[in-house]
């Protein structure tokens, strides 16, 4: 079995301050892993994902994430945060190598808002 | 490239009624798969079709259904609807069914049920 924990729920921070939103996984076997952001009213929208390789990934509107593979850790961060960037952000894990039949198990959200 | 649709984007039911849902995938995209959001479960996967058949189902009672038709379009179907069921239900698409394709998610259908 596979479960993706988010630590936080919600997450508040002033605009141009930096943010990191926590995830933890748990699987059996070795996973790729993804963090996807949800506005409001809208589906879900992919900022990065992990597969194989450097363990610091870059994606879009200016954030990363670093795979810990001892610590099982998925964490994403910017260093300066928008008014825009407020948003639910949901990080999520699938089976590595060969067919994953489409199944992404999520984590529950974090709720990101920035003040001015 | 158009991206992943639904329809309708909203939808009121009542409890014992059927509901049929829609989407249509991004063009040349073989796989879908549909995702049920509530507040108290989150993010839940349903099934996933590829090329009309099931290939994936998730842990829901046989009430959810669903079918792909030789075009990729995707249809999922609920029967004697429950309160519960009131939920945002989420397409999403992808070339094929490897492991990291990258899904890309419609819109959603809210459906609430009274």
């Known amino acids: 079995a596979q479960s993706v924990t988010q630590l936080d729920s919600q997450v508040p921070v002033f605009e141009e301050a930096p943010v990191e939103l926590r995830c933890n996984y748990s699987s059996s076997v070795s996973v790729y892993l993804f963090w996807y952001v949800q506005y409001p009213n809208q589906g879900l929208q992919l900022l990065l994902k992990?597969?194989?390789?450097?363990?610091l990934v870059k994606g879009i509107n200016g954030f990363e994430a670093e795979f810990n593979k001892s610590q099982t850790s998925f964490h994403l961060r910017k260093p300066s945060v928008h008014i825009s960037d407020t948003a639910e952000y949901f990080c999520a894990a699938c089976n590595a190598g060969g067919t994953s039949y489409g199944k992404l198990t999520f984590g529950q959200g974090t709720i990101l808002t920035v003040h001015p | 490239k158009a991206g992943v649709t639904q329809t309708p984007r909203y939808l009121i039911k009542t409890r014992g009624q059927q509901v049929t849902l829609s989407c249509s995938p991004i063009?040349?995209?073989?796989?879908v798969s549909w995702y049920q959001q509530t507040p108290g479960q989150g993010l839940q996967f349903l099934f996933e079709y590829f090329s009309e058949t099931q290939r994936n189902k998730g842990n829901f009672p046989g009430r959810f259904s669903g079918r792909q038709f030789s075009n990729s379009r995707s249809e999922m179907n609920v029967s004697t609807l429950e309160l519960g069921d009131s939920a945002l239900y989420l397409c999403?698409?992808?070339?094929?069914?490897?492991?990291?394709?990258?899904?890309?998610f419609g819109p959603g259908t809210r459906l609430l049920v009274l």
């Open positions: 063009s040349g995209h073989r796989s």
């Open positions: 992990y597969l194989s390789g450097s363990t």
């Open positions: 999403a698409s992808s070339l094929t069914t490897s492991a990291g394709e990258t899904q890309y």
